[in-house]
């Protein structure tokens, strides 16, 4: 992951650095700049037609898998967008753009759908790993007679071993086993 940080800082001052060689330094700057802003205008302005399409889907009782994908993706290309850099806009603007973010959502579904954990026989309720497991103890209650010395085979049921008088709620439980 390292690597992969390194290489991306990289990609990023060597486009800064080839950008502005060929136009300058100030109006590298300004570009950077518009980057940001018109990405971030196209990220409202996807991330508002992922909204209406999710509410319009989950009204409509269908399950809105890919409108909720739209928006993820949206959110990351409006992440990238707002990073600093030629890379990362140019990256940002394939998630914003429907036509590259409909085939980033399919390539995406396909992803999860190969490692979602599969139910019926093979996987069950929990996935392919886990199994379900009952474990029955074997117990019984006894009282300890801590308040008033006597045990529980001691003392005849339905006395009150409290001094205040409140009322007895039964004998406190002890579970061995």
């Not at 109006?27 to 518009?34: K, V």
């Not at 019926?120 to 074997?138: E, L, N």
């Amino acid at each position: 992951m390292a690597v992969v940080l390194l290489l991306y800082v990289i990609a990023e001052v060597a486009a800064v650095w080839f950008v502005a060689s060929a136009i300058g330094f100030l109006p590298t700057i300004g570009l950077l700049i518009a980057g940001a802003f018109v990405g971030s205008w196209l990220a409202r302005r996807e991330g508002g037609k992922a909204m209406r399409a999710f509410t319009a889907t989950a009204r409509s009782g269908r399950s809105p898998h890919e409108e909720i994908t739209d928006g993820m993706l949206i959110g990351v290309g409006g992440l990238l967008i707002l990073l600093p850099g030629f890379v990362s806009d140019v990256v940002g603007l394939l998630f914003l753009v429907p036509p590259t973010r409909k085939v980033l959502r399919k390539r995406w579904l396909r992803a999860a759908a190969k490692r979602a954990p599969v139910g019926g026989a093979a996987g069950g309720p929990f996935g392919p790993r886990m199994r379900s497991q009952v474990i029955v103890v074997d117990s019984e209650v006894v009282d300890d007679g801590a308040d008033d010395g006597t045990t529980g085979t001691d003392r005849p049921t339905g006395t009150d071993r409290r001094s205040d008088n409140r009322p007895d709620d039964g004998p406190p439980r002890i579970i061995e086993g």
